[in-house]
């Protein structure tokens, strides 16, 4: 049967929400602190230095923004685990990777592949609308334990994300049209600093009214590792590829954007250097292959044109669309969702496994997930019925 990720409506206040959010889903969390906390275990470090790597990312994300800590709080008070707990979960890259800096462990990285996401602009949109969506790549393990989290405010922009259970935002979009989603990336820079964890900054990001503010947030924040975001609002977007204390824009090509795990940026290849290539090399033909299968589809791109482009499976199982695998670093990851980004009406189309079918659920700011149906062909069978090369060549 095909996975759906189920939906956590909460709304009220840091703690109301954090209360509502933590009663809905206590296993999926638990799931996810165990998880993490069996990574954290694995790697040889005093259990004292552990725990003051979650208090020194945990006390980055009280000064960015206190109410993250109190909705953190009130999320570990209301499903039984601890506050460390969920600080682990929303900085579970930062903590991970700094934790085998310390304990010169660099043999096995968890981030393997790691998302494409794509953005074209109203001017090559068949519906002149602007169109964003994004493979997610994570650990196969984790269709257990993510979630749709719907967020109510009274007091801002509500919102849509879809995350681990217990995290506070990943990829998603809110009710002024603020769209944004990330890949990861991996430069020397990386943990020469502390900084503010992304879950946080991207939740910051996606309770603003105004895409400069939220793009300030995103751009110029001290971070600890870099990473990429795409971010778009009234027809209009662009990509930050983030180093941790400078970023490096990328603008549409001919009204379209790609990207995977590498840097782009002229820019940032002058000053600095990839490190993150041992166990996702294929980043540089999925970035490629994405671009390459979007412009086959013509001058007017389809939101079906980019789902089944996102379904392709050239090269796999190292390819746009994952299925489970056993990677170089030793752990299972596949593509967990394709997420299709609808930014007139605030909604998200989310096909959870895609290498299993894509089976697409709309999530709203209203009401229940709806069936949103799927792709009527492959990319192969659409592309092979004009002779198309990419087809051929797959």
């Not at 499903?79 to 979960?89: A, F, K, Q, R």
């Not at 600095?272 to 589809?297: F, M, P, Q």
């Not at 009527?376 to 090369?389: E, K, R, T, V």
Request: net charge negative.
């Amino acid at each position: 049967m095909q996975t759906t990720y189920p939906l956590v409506s909460i709304s009220g206040t840091p703690q109301e929400r954090g209360t509502e959010y933590g009663q809905a889903v206590p296993e999926r969390i638990k799931r996810c602190v165990s998880y993490y906390r069996t990574e954290l275990e694995k790697i040889s470090l005093p259990a004292e230095i552990q725990r003051n790597l979650i208090s020194e990312f945990g006390e980055q994300i009280d000064k960015f923004c206190p109410d993250h800590t109190i909705e953190m709080r009130a999320i570990a008070d209301a499903c039984g685990v601890s506050l460390e707990d969920i600080v682990l979960i929303n900085a579970r890259t930062e903590i991970i990777a700094k934790a085998r800096i310390l304990a010169n462990d660099h043999i096995k990285d968890t981030c393997d592949g790691e998302c494409t996401g794509i953005l074209v602009l109203p001017s090559r949109s068949q519906s002149g609308r602007l169109l964003q969506a994004q493979n997610w790549d994570w650990l196969t393990d984790a269709q257990d334990s993510t979630i749709v989290l719907r967020v109510l405010n009274d007091n801002g922009p509500s919102f849509l994300t879809l995350v681990e259970a217990g995290c506070l935002a990943r990829n998603g979009i809110n009710s002024a049209g603020i769209a944004l989603n990330g890949n990861y990336l991996s430069s020397d820079l990386d943990y020469t600093q502390t900084g503010v964890p992304l879950t946080s900054l991207r939740r910051r990001a996606l309770e603003q009214e105004h895409l400069a503010l939220a793009m300030r947030l995103l751009a110029a924040t001290p971070k600890a590792c870099s990473n990429n975001v795409i971010i778009s609002q009234n027809g209009w977007g662009m990509d930050f590829e983030c180093a941790p204390s400078e970023s490096f824009p990328l603008m549409p090509e001919d009204g379209i954007l790609t990207h995977s795990n590498h840097f782009l940026s002229p820019i940032a290849l002058g000053k600095i250097k990839e490190v993150g290539l041992k166990n996702s090399a294929d980043t540089y033909y999925r970035a490629w292959r994405t671009r390459a299968l979007l412009e086959e589809c013509g001058e007017k791109i389809s939101v079906d044109d980019i789902k089944r482009v996102l379904a392709d499976d050239w090269g796999a199982p190292y390819s746009i669309c994952r299925p489970p695998l056993n990677t170089l670093s030793g752990t299972n990851t596949c593509t967990l969702a394709t997420m299709i980004m609808d930014t007139e009406h605030c909604a998200l189309e989310i096909a959870a496994m895609p290498s299993e079918g894509q089976s697409f659920v709309r999530y709203e700011l209203t009401g229940q997930p709806t069936s949103a149906g799927s792709p009527c062909a492959s990319i192969h069978d659409a592309a092979a019925a004009d002779g198309s090369p990419l087809a051929r060549s797959a």
